[in-house]
C-alpha cells in the first residue's frame, strides 16, 4: 500500500474510532441517568426515550441497558418488567430490517417516482391481479412475498395497499412522532380500528396497553 493510501486508512480509523467513542459515551450518559431512575418511573422515561428519534441510543447501548435493569434488585416487580418490555419492543424493530425497508420507500420523493417493491408473482399472475385493480394487484404481491418468504417485500406491499399492520404503525409513531406519521404514512385503517381515529393525538405507551391491541398480540 502506497504511503497516501496507508495515511488515507489511518485517518478513516481514526474518524471511525472517534464514532464509536462518542457513542459509546452517549450510550453510557443514557445508562448513568437510568441508574439513578427509581423503579416508580423507570419506564416512562424510557418510553419517552425510545419515543425520541434523536436520542441516538445504539443497538449495543440498548442491549447493555437491558442488562442494567434486568440486574436490579427488584427486577421481578411489575414497573420494571413493563420497562423490560419497552426495550426489549425497541431491540425488536430497531434489528428488523423490513422497518428500515419501509422508512427507505418512505423517505424516497414521491415526484420522483418510487420503485416497486420486488415481485414474486409470475407473469401471468401479475397480469391478472393487474386487472383486478391496484389494490388487488399489491394484495396478491404482497401475500406472494410472504409466501416466498421475503418479510420486506411483503410489508411493502402492504403499505401500498394501505393496510399496514397495527406493530409496524406503532413503531413507526415511536420512532418518528407524530407530524412525520401524517406526512409519510396514510395508510394506517389498521390502526384506526384498533385504537381509533384520533390514534396520533394519544402517546406511544397508552397504544402499547390498549386493550385491543395487547389482544392481538
Known amino acids: ?112 417516482g418510487r420503485p416497486l417493491p420486488k415481485s414474486y408473482l409470475g407473469d401471468d399472475a401479475r397480469r391478472a391481479a393487474q386487472a383486478e385493480g391496484a389494490v388487488h394487484w399489491y394484495e396478491q404481491e404482497s401475500d406472494a412475498a410472504e409466501e416466498a418468504g421475503d418479510e420486506e417485500a411483503a410489508l411493502l406491499w402492504s403499505y401500498l395497499t394501505g393496510n399496514l399492520p397495527a406493530d409496524v404503525l406503532l413503531s413507526l409513531y415511536r420512532r418518528h412522532g407524530t407530524e412525520w406519521m401524517r406526512a409519510n404514512v396514510p395508510a394506517d385503517w389498521e390502526a384506526r380500528r384498533i385504537w381509533g381515529h384520533d390514534w396520533l393525538d394519544r402517546s406511544p405507551k397508552e397504544l402499547l396497553n390498549h386493550p385491543a391491541y395487547s389482544s392481538e398480540n
Open 1 to 112: 500500500m502506497s504511503g497516501q493510501g496507508a495515511s488515507h486508512l489511518s485517518e478513516t480509523r481514526r474518524l471511525v474510532a472517534q464514532v464509536y467513542a462518542a457513542e459509546d459515551a452517549h450510550d453510557q450518559a443514557i445508562r448513568d441517568r437510568l441508574a439513578a431512575t427509581p423503579s416508580s418511573k423507570l419506564d416512562s422515561v424510557l418510553d419517552a426515550l425510545m419515543s425520541d428519534s434523536d436520542n441516538g441510543l445504539s443497538l449495543l447501548g440498548a442491549q447493555r441497558l437491558l442488562a442494567d435493569v434486568l440486574n436490579r434488585p427488584d427486577a421481578e416487580t411489575l414497573k420494571v418488567q413493563e420497562a423490560v418490555q419497552t426495550l426489549l419492543d425497541f431491540l425488536t424493530w430497531e434489528k428488523s430490517s423490513r422497518i428500515k425497508a419501509l422508512e427507505s420507500l418512505l423517505n424516497t420523493p414521491k415526484d420522483g
